[in-house]
């Protein structure tokens, strides 16, 4: 069975500092993986993700996560926080050749505390 | 465009009792995703339903059930509430199809506690 491994349950950071939050997911096949960030008290926000093609992929709000194969990990990266970037984040893996079109699986969550 | 509403958004039972959450996709999506999230589980796949039938099954037990209607809207239901079963029940909705990609829209979830 497809596990994920997010490998920090809580990440302080300073504001405008980088900040890689860590994923490893357990899979010899081809799957698609994603970030999601959940706010208080809201449901998950894709954040991006990766089907195939290029390793690196990139949000629109300065995240990038690159995926490495040989190692079965897709990290996040932000070069520079902000405040507003507080939140949980989840790794989550899917595998579509496996008939789970829509069944996600996700990683435990880093919780991402930004301060000033 | 509305994207996906879940209600209702809060619930408290007791132990014992039943419970229905209902989800509403966006428009046009056929497939609905239930999903738990609790602190000590993290967030766990519950089912799938695709027009009006189950496609997928996690691993919880059978006190857990859904059904979707004609509309594409779903409901999921928990029946001898116990108090494991405090979580956030989320749905996703999405196209569905069965090749390539489908991006999937969370709602903000229901709140359940079970006392």
């Known amino acids: 069975a497809q596990s994920v491994t997010q490998l920090d349950s809580q990440v302080p950071v300073f504001e405008e500092a980088p900040v890689e939050l860590r994923c490893n997911y357990s899979?010899?096949?081809?799957?698609?993986l994603f970030w999601y960030v959940q706010y208080p008290n809201q449901g998950l926000q894709l954040l991006l993700k990766?089907?195939?093609?290029?390793?690196l992929v990139e949000s629109i709000n300065g995240f990038e996560a690159e995926f490495n194969k040989s190692q079965t990990s897709f990290h996040l990266r932000k070069p520079s926080v902000h405040i507003s970037d507080t939140a949980e984040y989840f790794c989550?893996?899917?595998?579509?050749?496996?008939?789970?079109?829509?069944?996600?699986?996700f990683g435990a969550g880093t919780r991402l505390a930004v301060h000033p | 465009k509305a994207g996906v509403t879940q209600t209702p958004r809060y619930l408290i039972k007791t132990r014992g009792q039943q419970v229905t959450l209902s989800c509403s996709p966006i428009?046009?999506?056929?497939?609905v995703s239930w999903y738990q999230q609790t602190p000590g589980q993290g967030l766990q796949f519950l089912f799938e339903?695709?027009?009006?039938?189950?496609?997928n099954k996690g691993n919880f037990p059978g006190r857990f059930s859904g059904r979707q209607f004609s509309n594409s809207r779903s409901e999921m239901n928990v029946s001898t509430l116990e108090l494991g079963d405090s979580a956030l029940y989320l749905c996703?909705?999405?196209?569905?199809?069965?090749?390539?990609?489908?991006?999937?829209?969370f709602g903000p979830g229901t709140r359940l506690t079970v006392l």
């Open positions: 996703a909705s999405s196209f569905g199809r069965t090749t390539g990609y489908n991006e999937q829209f």
């Open positions: 899979s010899s096949v081809s799957v698609y």
């Open positions: 990766y089907l195939s093609g290029s390793t």
């Open positions: 989550a893996v899917s595998d579509p050749s496996a008939g789970g079109y829509n069944k996600l699986i």
């Open positions: 428009s046009g999506h056929r497939s």
């Open positions: 339903y695709f027009s009006e039938t189950q496609r």
